[in-house]
């Protein structure tokens, strides 16, 4: 094998801030055999550390979707070698010039990991984490490879920590909700964290709770695998051990999730701290950076123009739980009821389904009013849990960012599902 590139090693962006001693990559080596696979090797000081793999040409990436053939010590934490080796198959995804790339290697301290994680809920704990900087470097795409939306859980990080901003509707909100649970208020979140691109599957819920696989109601030959769970209730997510339990060993955040809960079943399988997101995540990922617009891309919709150019389901574009229930949800196509994840637009941060589609449960117990609060979970209360998002049955006005509401532990809906969340960075 000869030599095909000069030594190239970058520091993660923004290494600086990490608390852990920083990952330095050194003596970066690309060659190529007769095949065109090309070997990849580098020494790491200061492991563990995540590490990913770029290829430049004239100083410019040949961009992830060339470079998605790649296995050995990439997208992953690494650590315990003298040296590390990358395999890339470039002939299966890109046909240029080899003798013009440089491999660039980049290692990320595990408290500043990359903006996306991917949990493969078929593998073994010991090997089911693959870090990736942007979706372009998902093997098989993110919206082509159907596993992202059954067996694997992506999450996307949400730089949130010291950042203040304003939840709630703003005064001028002519949807804004009657009495105090939109109130404006400022909130300075203390972590960042990472939130589920999609909702939670069907399938990605089967693979974990067993003792109650056929949880959702409406499903329709295929297309179940991708459609969000839903007729969940808080309790049994995080609170209980089974569908029927209510509260009786509760287990408040942040205390560890009530064994035999999905989520303790999940945490068991995966080896990773997923919780719910707070009522204050959950609003911070949904706006994107968008502050006060109500729909997170700068787009003002109203309730007539949200039937053409929705952001995600409700009542005028397949929501309608009238006419699901006339045609008996385990018979409703993808187009009737639930939509399968991920069928509209994403947000800004390309999270789907933030608007609509099936409601998402929080962390929180429901308060009315959240005036002089600080975006901290709310531990205490006996009647609701917090609601996010809206249901696919709803009409626009309850699709809003800061549109919450709340309903009992307890209670399950066919519109009703959630999606994962956790804090950044890892154990």
């Not at 600080?374 to 626009?396: F, M, P």
Request: charged share 15%.
């Amino acid at each position: 094998m000869k030599n095909m590139t000069n030594f190239v090693s970058l520091f993660a962006f923004g290494a600086a801030l990490s608390t852990f001693a920083d990952p330095t990559v050194q003596s970066v080596n690309m060659a190529q055999a007769d095949d065109r696979t090309v070997t990849v090797t580098y020494t790491l000081s200061e492991a563990p550390a995540v590490v990913t793999l770029d290829i430049i040409t004239n100083g410019v990436s040949i961009g992830g979707e060339n470079i998605q053939y790649v296995t050995g010590d990439v997208n992953k934490k690494v650590s315990g070698k003298e040296t590390y080796t990358i395999t890339w198959r470039p002939d299966f995804s890109w046909q240029g010039n080899l003798a013009a790339a440089q491999a660039v290697v980049t290692a990320w301290p595990l408290d500043n990991t990359p903006d996306y994680m991917v949990v493969d809920l078929t593998a073994s704990k010991t090997d089911n984490v693959r870090y990736y900087a942007s979706t372009n470097f998902f093997p098989g795409g993110l919206m082509a490879n159907r596993k992202y939306r059954t067996t694997s859980i992506v999450m996307r990080k949400i730089l949130a920590k010291g950042v203040t901003w304003w939840m709630g509707s703003s005064d001028g909100d002519g949807n804004r909700s009657t009495g105090a649970k939109e109130v404006r208020h400022q909130v300075t979140l203390t972590n960042n964290y990472y939130i589920g691109v999609f909702e939670v599957s069907q399938t990605q819920w089967t693979l974990v709770q067993t003792a109650r696989l056929n949880a959702a109601q409406f499903y329709w030959g295929g297309d179940r695998a991708m459609r969000p769970v839903e007729n969940v209730c808080y309790n049994e997510i995080r609170m209980a051990a089974n569908s029927t339990s209510a509260n009786a060993n509760a287990k408040e955040w942040p205390e560890a999730p009530y064994a035999g809960s999905y989520l303790d079943l999940l945490r068991a399988k995966t080896d990773i701290d997923f919780d719910l997101p707070s009522d204050a995540e959950w609003e911070y990922a949904c706006r994107a950076g968008h502050g006060d617009n109500e729909w997170n891309n700068g787009v003002a919709y109203t309730s007539s123009t949200l039937a053409s150019t929705a952001p995600g389901r409700h009542n005028q574009n397949g929501g309608n739980n009238t006419t699901a229930s006339s045609m008996g949800y385990a018979n409703c196509p993808a187009s009737i009821g639930t939509a399968i994840c991920g069928t509209y637009a994403p947000n800004d941060w390309g999270l789907y389904d933030m608007h609509g589609n099936v409601g998402e449960w929080c962390l929180d117990w429901y308060q009315d009013s959240l005036a002089g609060t600080d975006g901290s979970v709310i531990t205490t209360g006996s009647g609701n849990r917090v609601r996010r998002s809206g249901l696919g049955s709803d009409g626009a006005v309850h699709l809003r960012s800061a549109a919450r509401t709340g309903n009992a532990p307890t209670f399950r809906h066919s519109f009703i599902g959630f999606r994962l969340a956790c804090r950044a960075g890892l154990k």
